[in-house]
């Protein structure tokens, strides 16, 4: 008697003796291993199926058996490039910061406290970077003091003019200038109704000022500023106080020219008693307004 090679199942020669129960024992193995078949193939198309449902739709050659190992390196994703996706860059550890960003591409990025000119020396910064084939802007945020800067690099324009300087952006508008003049630069105030004689040299009475007679309050006034395109400017203040006999009336007139001349010039109503500029030292009458400077020029009007 021998068996098959899969199922093991009995096949006796012709000379041995008919034995109904491995006839059974047969049937038994065969019917098991039908069920095995059923359960493995459940859901499965076979080959007739699939070549009916790819009939002029694919070729099978065109199929891959696999991916390749580089899972496909697609040249877009949705229509994208790569370079269109943000990167996470893994961090400048050296360098001028202006020389790592000229080279770097859109992400973010961490800078170590050793990359030079930043905007303050020895921190370590956050920093947000975003490239176009010809622009660089590069956005940092100090990790300990939350303080934020901002620069630009435009390689269009002439080699001296491609950088911007760094720009705070988070200093609420503190600036050290405005339009490049310190603040000291300007006239410090604009101030209603104080005696200038008082504390000349006080810091609170630096400025330019609007007074009346003794120093009393302005009832109204106006300032009026003219820049001409030549660089000219014209400044007016036109005060006046209440007086019973009328609103007496100053008018002070400050030119400054581009070219460095200019003057200033004060009028006064001269119909209504002494109008003029009079030196404190030698005028006449006396001066009124104590503690003056010696030589100082003043206005009156009695």
């Excluded at 790819?54 to 899972?71: H, Q």
Aim: charged share 20%; net charge negative.
């Amino acid at each position: 008697m021998t068996e098959t090679t899969t199922l093991h199942l009995k096949k006796p020669d012709a000379s041995d003796f008919y034995n109904v129960e491995d006839f059974n024992n047969n049937a038994d193995k065969v019917d098991e291993a039908v069920v095995q078949l059923q359960t493995a193939t459940e859901g499965k198309a076979d080959k007739s199926y699939v070549d009916e449902q790819l009939e002029g739709k694919a070729d099978k050659s065109d199929i891959p058996t696999k991916l390749p190992a580089n899972g496909g390196n697609a040249d877009t994703v949705d229509g994208k490039h790569a370079s269109e996706f943000l990167q996470n860059l893994s961090g400048w550890a050296s360098g001028s910061v202006k020389d790592l960003l000229v080279s770097a591409k859109s992400g973010f990025v961490f800078i170590r406290n050793t990359v030079t000119d930043m905007p303050a020396d020895n921190f370590y910064w956050f920093g947000y970077v975003h490239a176009s084939s010809t622009h660089r802007q590069l956005v940092v945020g100090n990790i300990s003091t939350n303080a934020m800067f901002a620069i630009s690099y435009n390689s269009g324009l002439a080699e001296g003019k491609r950088w911007t300087s760094w720009k705070n952006l988070a200093d609420g508008g503190d600036a050290l200038t405005l339009n490049g003049v310190s603040a000291y630069e300007y006239q410090r105030r604009i101030r209603h109704g104080i005696n200038i004689g008082t504390n000349p040299d006080a810091t609170d009475n630096q400025g330019l000022y609007f007074f009346g007679k003794e120093g009393t309050t302005l009832a109204t006034g106006s300032i009026s500023n003219a820049i001409a395109t030549n660089g000219d400017s014209v400044t007016t203040i036109d005060s006046r106080n209440n007086k019973a006999s009328g609103q007496a009336r100053y008018k002070l007139d400050i030119r400054s020219n581009a070219d460095g001349s200019g003057y200033v010039a004060v009028t006064a109503p001269s119909s209504s008693g002494r109008s003029a500029l009079r030196n404190i030292s030698s005028g006449s009458p006396a001066a009124t307004t104590a503690l003056c400077p010696a030589g100082a020029w003043y206005g009156q009007y009695e």
